[in-house]
């Protein structure tokens, strides 16, 4: 076989490319493909691997997305649409020419042209990275960054964004910080009455991103005073960590780099919370923000039995400000339910022990529940019966990601948000 792992031809990682799309959620089988060790290096965090790999190839077909402008019968979007139906929602051939209305010949030809797109697209940043890692410190700078890429997306899969009280958590804290203050010569000011009553966040990715910062200002100079306050704006709001030098000669230290200090780690945090850190240094200490937009994030309750479409919604929104969380019955709904208010609900038909069509009712019969927006999402062709029963939209499976986003767009923040790690 011409080439190897580490210099492929590109005939080579084009058949590769083929492979890894036929097996995207196959975590086992991508941990100990030849195209991730290309792509990631020799990293040992196997577990994490083949989702890094998947992330990379997820990321090479969101480049090739036609703009918006582009006509919907174009090859782009041909194209880019069978990339979508075969290896994100995993369409069998037949059922992909049958939803994308092609012939079995040009289906397998745009099909083969596409993966070629992609190959290239992958070969390219490929290349790229491979001249990054020879400018400095290739083997540990790409495994800090893989790492942190991985964590982000981790976290953004599993963070809550529910109402954390900051006065609690901040008292939660106390104890804490005091312990990182013993051997330094530093003072840390809680200022509560600024705080804002309440942040929507998860609270444990808060407290880590508090403390990473917080350890941070600590070490940053020799003789300081830290404070943390709360700040609120018309369009933001957010937490403040402020440290100012106690005596005029005092230096600030010199600041490690960000890849190497819990700064770097604070911004994956608070990306994982949709939220940003801005940071300031000057000769007499720094500023640092915790910041997210006033309005909370919309939050999407997906009721259905199979968990895949909570993924599969997830990564349709990514890059809005929402959270995806997912009940596999009638009865696990109404517990998400009792613990938080959903902004819109995606409701199946087929599910265990009580259909969805009864729980449509339920749910508008109900006071609490029934000026909630429900959209029913089925194989049953009955958009008619689901809007007489109250439903506000109708998606039919298997839900591409134009018409998703098409069907929430009346619900979806304005102005998207980049995705964590961007």
Known sequence: MPGDIASPTFEQFTRWVHEVLHHLYDSAYLQTHPLTRLMLGDSERTARRSQDLRRVVLDAMRALRPSDDAPAQSADWRGYRILEVRYIEGLSPTDAMNELALGRSQFFHEQGRVVQALASELWTGCEKAREQDRAASPREQNAWQTLMRGEAERLSDSASRDAVETAALLEELRPIVESLTRTKSVSVRFDLSRLPAVLYADRVILRQALLCLVSHAINLVSAEIIEVRGFAGQSEIGLCVR????????????????????????????????????????????????????????????????????????????????EVRGAGSAEQARQVMAEMRPTLIILDVLLPKEDGWELLMALRADDHTHDIPIIVCSVLKEPHLARSLGASAYLLKPVAQRAFLETLAPWLHPHPIPPPGC
Do not use: H
């Open 243 to 322: 440290s100012s030098l106690t005596d005029a000669d005092a230096k600030p230290s010199v600041p490690v780099q960000p890849d190497q200090s819990g700064l770097a780690v604070c911004r994956q945090l608070m990306a994982a919370m949709r939220g940003t850190l801005d940071l300031k240094t000057g000769s007499s200490g720094f500023e640092a923000r915790l910041t997210w937009p006033v309005t909370p994030p919309g939050i999407l309750l997906v009721i259905d039995d199979n968990q895949d479409f909570v993924g599969l919604f997830r990564r349709y929104l990514a890059g809005y400000d929402w």
